[in-house]
């Protein structure tokens, strides 16, 4: 597999979120061309020990974890979600109730106190994974606890982004405002092809 780091200035092109800025800077690394759970564990280890070494309070701060699923399982689980939503519609912010027909999955992002209390009680992926996933993900697991990687499954993590395939995470911290989120990533095995070139599995 290829390993690689990128760090540079990057851009929004869409209305900034609260507490994010138009132009930010940005530290990444990427795994291409690995199926293995090997490989996202390894990643989120050396991301733990890099917070570390930049003496980050790991005492404040979480490892959440999840699993999107694939093709197989994934389209299943968000039309159940779709259904959620539009059961519940009635109590759903007029953003979420669109996020039913275009991305469903998007609504377990909103910060809408109602739509957030109501999407508590929606299905959880980790109740619909196929078994290769479900391997995939108990497979992270097992490598995060033989390194000693204090972690929490979170069934509601989605990282929003469609490319996503099987494992997400997220650091967060209770110490830095609206946005907790200090990194994300996970696997996007179908990405490369979606943008034209050819198939290969990644994480980063």
Request: with cysteine; glycine share 8%.
């Amino acid at each position: 597999p290829a390993k690689l780091f990128y760090a540079g200035p990057m851009f929004r092109a869409e209305r900034p979120q609260k507490g994010r800025l138009r132009q930010f800077h940005q530290i990444g690394a990427e795994c291409l061309g690995s199926t293995e759970p090997t490989a996202d564990a390894e990643m989120i280890i050396m991301l733990m020990r890099f917070f570390e070494k930049m003496g980050v309070p790991m005492g404040k701060t979480r490892l959440l974890i999840n699993s999107m699923g694939d093709d197989d399982c994934r389209p299943a689980y968000r039309e159940s979600v779709r259904q959620f939503i539009l059961d519940h519609e009635g109590e759903m912010c007029e953003e979420c109730r669109r996020r039913a027909d275009t991305n469903p999955l998007r609504a377990f992002d909103c910060k809408n106190e109602a739509c957030a209390h109501v999407m508590e009680n929606a299905p959880k992926i980790t109740d619909h994974l196929c078994d290769d996933c479900r391997e995939h993900f108990d497979s992270v697991k097992k490598y995060l606890d033989a390194m000693n990687i204090a972690y929490t499954v979170n069934p509601r993590i989605v990282r929003g982004l469609d490319y996503y395939t099987r494992t997400v995470f997220e650091f967060v911290s209770n110490e830095i405002g609206a946005q907790g989120t200090v990194c994300g990533g996970g696997r996007y095995d179908g990405l490369i092809e979606e943008v034209g070139g050819n198939p290969l599995p990644a994480c980063g």
